[in-house]
């Protein structure tokens, strides 16, 4: 409560200081101004001149003495009752402010129009600077908001790539985890954010160059890679298929420390090494981030690897690891259009285990780290993407489960209750059951390049949960072993299938195991061959690899680094409008008030300089939408003042009313659309 409270002040205070910027170019300019107001709704505490201090509202007072509303009033009139021209409130609500001007309330664009002190009878390049005060105050604040925050240090994503999608632009163009990007073009990549702007901000059919800086073992190297990013299905944007890297450190986060242990108890790590150690070396060789933990590990080959870790005392401590096997991926498109991304070898998949419990799930006293899932409602071996889109579909319901127990090897029935959050979250963390002989749901296909090519087990009636028994007579404990055996398969002549043949025991009562010709090409056996090993503990368990963008305590420095970052966001905030506008950026991408605010308690969670930080960025924001020529915005007035300038009259009372009222509409329209957006993002729709 106490971050959605900061950040709704701080949205308010950014519309105050644009409304402010309004108000002292009035003033300047000799622009009756009838009000300036901090909040929206009734009046709190208000002063004008000749009543004073008073609760509630000053003008309610003031109206009573001249009899009628003080902007109604002539200067003399106001002068000769001792009254000041503008009453100055705190009021009710706490959504920003306003200023009112003779001659701009609402729906009456010209009103007062042959009044010199009204806004319309301003000069019109005195009206201008009254008009883009608002916008230069935001964007003013926002130079000293990043100052702050430059000040302090921020720290943010690195720009180094940790996965990379295979079939992405990235891995096609030759980047590699790892690798730091410096530049996009001539633009200079200070966080993983603005490398992902970045692609999505790119044009289509124009060069997309990264220059990146990449370790080999003889040295440091910068490279030039070209690609296309490409519209990522799942968000909307484009993309070129990439995540950032973690650091070498176990988090310590509190929510995540018992998945943490799971994890390194999975690897068989000592008890002594806990969240918040280091990994220092692997087989000698420094490790910096998890990207080179990783490129340790694959080079390998499988083969143990000799670890080093410091502790969070300080002490250090040596332990073997062995690297964990990757399978192969197999990508398409699920029922509802969203990303589907399958792991497993030739089609056959492994059934989903239990392997942590969130410690606010409804299902704590239910299921068990281990828990095997042989079926979901009427749904037979499911695979995790499988579980999920089931639970999704079904969010609001109670649903019927089967799981196997590692703990007693024994079938149980249960049924699992679902968070109302919108996508049904069950609470719990899984993992593919590799360890296991168990077949889940088979994959039939899979995508490349746009292409679908159906997958060797498609060919077979294979029935989920079936038990792996034999590969060419060699016994198959699981996964793994299903695995190296595929490995030895020697690569058949072209145009032919290698000898493939598998037995699998049937899960219905009764039924004698089935021997099943697995067609396996050439090129899915050399596919399976390459696959390389990974590092055992995932990615996601260690701390985020930072950059802190800093000033390192220079003031000049720091203020220079603000006018580069409110330049760079203004230019971002235009080019998402473009995009937008060209088809390239969805429009579901947008967000509204409510969004802003989740973020924004978020950002308010991590401490004050991020919360300085991100409503600089929203200062700019707020700059450009009134940038915008949007009649009811300050470019739209601004419009208006421009064209009165070259014919020498303003627009026509009717057309403005008109545009007053469809840029209301317009508003309105934004308003709901993303406010729709807001509410699906929140609720899991």
């Keep these: 409560m106490g971050s959605f409270l900061l950040i709704l002040l701080g949205f308010a205070l950014l519309i105050v200081v644009h409304e402010l910027g309004h108000f002292i170019a009035a003033k300047w300019a000799g622009v009756r101004a009838d009000g300036f107001a901090i909040g929206m709704g009734p009046p709190l505490i208000s002063y004008r001149k000749g009543i004073g201090w008073c609760f509630g509202s000053a003008d309610a007072r003031a109206t009573e003495r001249l009899g009628k509303r003080p902007i109604e009033c002539s200067d003399a009139e106001l002068a000769e009752a001792g009254f000041g021209e503008t009453e100055y409130s705190l009021r009710a609500l706490p959504l920003g402010g306003y200023v009112r001007m003779l001659g701009q309330e609402d729906g009456q664009p010209v009103e007062a129009s042959g009044n010199p002190r009204s806004f319309a009878g301003c000069p019109i390049p005195k009206r201008i600077v009254i008009i883009l005060a608002g916008i230069a105050a935001n964007l003013v604040l926002a130079i000293v908001l990043f100052l702050g925050a430059f000040m302090h240090g921020v720290n943010f994503e690195a720009p180094i790539i940790g996965a990379i999608d295979p079939e992405g632009a990235g891995s096609k163009a030759g980047l590699r985890a790892g690798d730091r990007v410096l530049r996009n073009g001539d633009e200079r990549i200070d966080t993983f954010n603005d490398l992902v702007i970045a692609a999505a901000m790119s044009r289509p059919g124009e060069p997309f160059l990264l220059t990146v800086e990449r370790s080999t073992s003889a040295a440091n190297e910068t490279i030039t890679l070209s690609m296309e990013p490409t519209v990522d299905a799942t968000i909307g944007l484009r993309s070129i298929g990439i995540a950032p890297t973690s650091s070498a450190t176990l988090t310590a986060m509190k929510e995540s420390i018992e998945l943490v242990n799971f994890a390194l108890a999975s690897a068989d790590l000592p008890p002594t090494i806990v969240p918040g150690s280091r990994l220092e070396s692997l087989n000698g060789a420094s490790v910096a981030n998890y990207a080179d933990a990783q490129r340790i590990t694959l080079g390998n080959k499988g083969e143990t690897l000799a670890s080093v870790w410091t502790l969070p005392d300080g002490a250090r401590v040596e332990s073997p690891l062995l690297p964990r096997a990757m399978f192969s991926r197999f990508q398409g498109t699920q029922a509802d259009g969203t990303l589907r991304i399958d792991e497993g070898l030739a089609g056959l998949a492994p059934l989903s285990s239990v392997e942590a419990i969130d410690p606010s799930s409804l299902n704590i006293d239910s299921l068990r780290p281990g828990d095997v899932f042989l079926s979901v409602g009427d749904l037979a071996g499911p695979k995790a993407g499988d579980l999920i889109a089931y639970v999704r579909a079904h969010a609001r319901q109670e649903i019927p489960v089967r799981v196997l127990r590692r703990t007693n090897g024994q079938t149980e029935e249960l049924a699992l209750t679902l968070k109302t959050d919108g996508d049904g979250r069950v609470g719990v963390y899984l993992r593919a059951a590799w360890d296991l002989p168990y077949l889940a749901r088979s ?23 079936g038990k792996l028994v034999a590969l060419n007579g060699v016994p198959i ?76 305590g220079d003031p000049l420095r720091a203020v220079v680094m603000g006018f580069e970052r409110t330049y760079a966001v203004g230019r971002s905030v235009f080019a998402t ?109």
């Design 443 to 465: 994959i039939l296909n899979s995508t490349t390049d746009g292409e679908e090519t159906p997958t060797p087990a498609a060919a077979l009636a294979i029935v989920p949960e």
């Design 577 to 685: 409008i473009d995009r937008v506008a060209r088809g390239t950026v969805s429009a579901t991408q947008l967000q509204g008030p409510v969004g802003i605010l989740h973020v924004g308690t978020r950002v308010a969670d991590e401490g004050l300089p991020y919360l300085v930080f991100f409503l600089a960025l929203l200062s700019v924001n707020l700059a450009v939408v009134n940038a915008l020529p949007i009649p009811i915005a300050d470019g739209g007035l601004l419009l208006f003042a421009l064209y009165e300038w070259v014919r020498g009259k303003p627009p026509s009372v009717r057309f403005q009313s008109m545009a007053v009222l469809g840029g209301i509409l317009f508003v309105a329209a934004l308003f709901l659309f993303t406010f729709a957006n807001d509410m699906r993002r929140l609720l899991g729709l």
């Design 477 to 552: 404990a699981n996964f793994y072993a299903l695995r190296s055996a595929l490995r030895a398969i020697a690569l058949p002549q072209e145009g032919e299938t290698a000898r493939a043949q598998l037995t699998i025991q049937d899960p219905r009562k009764g039924a004698p195991p089935a021997v099943v010709e697995l067609p396996l090409s050439s090129e899915e056996l050399v596919a399976i061959q390459s696959l390389a090993w990974r590092f055992p503990i995932d990615a996601n368990y260690f701390d985020p690899e930072y950059v802190t963008l800093s000033a390192g």
